[in-house]
């Protein structure tokens, strides 16, 4: 038995590790579901970061600024203590003191003078015409709710107006405060938020223009990458830009101009080859007339022939991958309908559906040689071939449909490596080389579209090729 401290240590780990396995498990999924608010373009994550940040420093500001201006009274506040305060005083002065008292806080925003009759304010203020001032100002005089206060205007209601407010003394005089209208700000319309909602229109506006204009570029480096793919001789990029994107322009031209050198000396290579092949399969010709056996003879001569198809289908296929041809408008329709039925003629059934004309840019010859591949590769192996085509906003869609067996679901992928062959036991009577679903895939991911398997449910197997919009 273990001892039990050693014991406790144990469950004590166990813990710690399942804690910090719980936490893992957390973290990973908070990162997961926060990456859905997360745009997934780098023009997106930069306006985001940006204006995450504005907020931040907006935010941070109002909260850490200068708070102190919160603190201050409203206009009509200070005015009404102003009046309370110099009330009070001139209830306890004499006739000398007050005229002292009334010179001093005479001022700019305010005019204070004593009398004897009961004054004339001017007009009473009725309701709607400076709100509720005359209510405000009654509640905010509450130390001289009991005195009798008389609040009236001169004037136009209006910045050069004047609020003129009569407070009765304890001696039965009265003072009389004068306020300009534009010491209240009663005209001043308030913020309805439109200069803040200007200000981070144009920050949004600047934040996506400058976030567009820094991912160009890399939108640039993909579209001439992935023009690469198709058409290994496309122009060079353009060395300009900031100093790391004219080293990474000159490293992406560098690199094409290597491919493009290992290309052209694998094309002189295959080219000696073929050409010595040849010379042997030549030789091996005339040795093979010399044969008595005519049945070896005629096997011999036949396996030649397959050595030949062979050689030409493999260079044909390298070739292709490397010669490209100049893209200009046809008539697909025409093109495929055509194909269709001079194959119904010599390699077996063959029916097209479709519309009777589509015009569509791309290599004439390379692609015939695709969509003849296809079907011949039905007719070999379904019996049949039904040719439909499509068209659409996303593109051409054709699709190939056959009554064979067809090829198992794992394998879907292997037959378009070159020769490659599902079965063994095909030869020349039951098939070629291996290359037609290779050559024709190439030829279609080439133009920007590819060439996709599928058994149909009924039996038999659907090829479909896909071309983009042009």
């Known amino acids: 038995m273990s001892h039990p401290r050693h014991r406790n240590r144990r469950q004590r780990h166990q813990r710690r590790r399942e804690r910090h396995r719980e936490a893992k498990e957390f973290r990973r999924k908070f990162r997961r579901n926060a990456n859905r608010f997360v745009p997934g373009g780098l023009a997106g994550r930069i306006i985001l970061m940006v204006v995450g940040i504005l907020f931040v420093v907006q935010l941070v500001g109002?909260?850490?600024g200068d708070n102190d201006r919160w603190e201050f009274d409203e206009p009509e506040e200070v005015a009404a203590e102003q009046v309370i305060a110099a009330t009070q005083l001139l209830d306890r002065a004499n006739e000398a003191e007050?005229?002292?008292l009334t010179d001093a806080l005479t001022g700019i925003f305010l005019r204070v003078h004593v009398q004897s009759s009961v004054p004339d304010t001017g007009y009473r203020l009725r309701p709607g015409a400076g709100g509720n001032f005359e209510k405000e100002a009654r509640e905010l005089l509450g130390p001289l709710k009991d005195r009798d206060v008389r609040i009236g205007y001169r004037g136009?209601?209006?910045w050069d107006g004047i609020i003129t407010l009569a407070v009765q003394l304890v001696d039965g005089k009265w003072v009389v405060y004068e306020f300009p209208i534009r010491a209240f700000g009663m005209f001043q319309e308030r913020s309805s938020g439109a200069g803040t909602?200007?200000?981070w229109l144009l920050v949004?506006?600047?934040v996506i223009w400058f976030s567009n204009r820094l991912v160009r570029p890399l939108r640039t480096f993909a579209a001439a990458a992935e023009n690469l793919g198709r058409d290994i001789h496309v122009d060079p990029l353009p060395v300009t830009g900031s100093r790391e994107l004219r080293r990474a322009s000159k490293?992406?031209?560098k690199m094409q101009t290597r491919v493009q050198r290992m290309i052209d000396d694998r094309s002189l290579m295959l080219a000696a080859i073929a050409h010595d092949l040849r010379t042997v399969l030549t030789r091996l010709r005339l040795r093979a007339e010399f044969i008595e056996d005519a049945e070896q003879q005629a096997k011999a001569e036949a396996d030649i022939e397959e050595m030949q198809a062979m050689l030409d289908a493999g260079l044909a296929f390298a070739r292709g991958e490397t010669e490209?041809?100049?893209?200009?408008?046809?008539?697909l329709a025409d093109l495929t309908k055509g194909l269709t039925d001079d194959l119904n003629q010599t390699d077996g059934p063959a029916r097209y559906q479709g519309p009777v004309t589509l015009s569509y840019r791309c290599g004439p010859n390379e692609m015939r040689r695709a969509i003849s591949n296809i079907i011949r590769n039905a007719i070999a192996y379904g019996s049949e071939a039904d040719v439909h085509?499509?068209?659409?906003?996303?593109?051409?869609?054709l699709t190939i449909s056959d009554k064979g067996p067809g090829i198992p679901p794992e394998l879907h992928e292997q037959v378009f490596q070159p020769f490659f062959r599902v079965e063994d036991s095909r030869n020349r009577e039951t098939g070629g080389t291996g290359l037609g679903l290779a050559i024709a895939r190439t030829i279609a991911r080439r133009h920007g579209g590819d060439v996709q398997l599928k058994n149909a449910p009924e039996g038999g197997l659907t090829v479909t090729l896909t071309l983009p919009a042009t």
Do not use: Y
Request: aromatic fraction near 18%; charge should be negative.
């Open 62 to 64: 109002w909260i850490f």
């Open 98 to 100: 007050r005229e002292a």
């Open 156 to 158: 136009e209601w209006d």
């Open 197 to 199: 909602w200007i200000f």
């Open 204 to 206: 949004a506006g600047a």
């Open 251 to 253: 490293a992406f031209n």
């Open 324 to 331: 490209v041809e100049e893209r200009r408008l046809i008539d």
């Open 389 to 397: 085509l499509t068209s659409g906003p996303q593109g051409v869609l």
